[in-house]
């Protein structure tokens, strides 16, 4: 991995909400399945939830549910509709779009 790819993922990791399961250390834990390859660069999560929805990233959070990885992004489009978009954070698969 490169050193930009690896430090925007540190950053990335660092903005995830502690609201979700992950506890604060858990960015650790988090960034440790990147470097494993078990979960994709938050920069092709990002390319993925722009290409269903253009707009400002709002929130990205990492979440542990049933057993699963998820991004849980939310993006403000052009006519102001907040959106969130769930993406499964192994495959990079849609998982739900709604607006929220």
């Known amino acids: ?3 930009r790819l690896i430090l925007s993922t ?4 660092m903005l ?3 609201t ?3 506890a604060d250390d858990d960015h650790d834990k988090a960034y440790k399945l990147l470097r494993m390859g078990e979960i994709l660069p938050l920069e092709q999560i990002l390319k993925i939830a722009r290409g269903q929805i253009q707009g400002r990233i ?3 959070e990492l979440e542990h549910k049933d057993k699963h990885l998820i991004y849980d992004l939310e993006i403000l489009d052009k006519k102001g509709i907040v959106w969130e978009l769930k993406v499964d954070a192994v ?3 849609m ?3 709604e607006q929220d």
Do not use: A, Y
């Open 1 to 3: 991995m490169g050193r």
């Open 10 to 13: 540190i950053i990335s990791f």
């Open 16 to 18: 995830i909400s502690s």
């Open 20 to 22: 979700n399961n992950f």
């Open 58 to 60: 709002l929130e990205v």
């Open 91 to 93: 495959s990079g698969v």
């Open 95 to 97: 998982i739900k779009k």
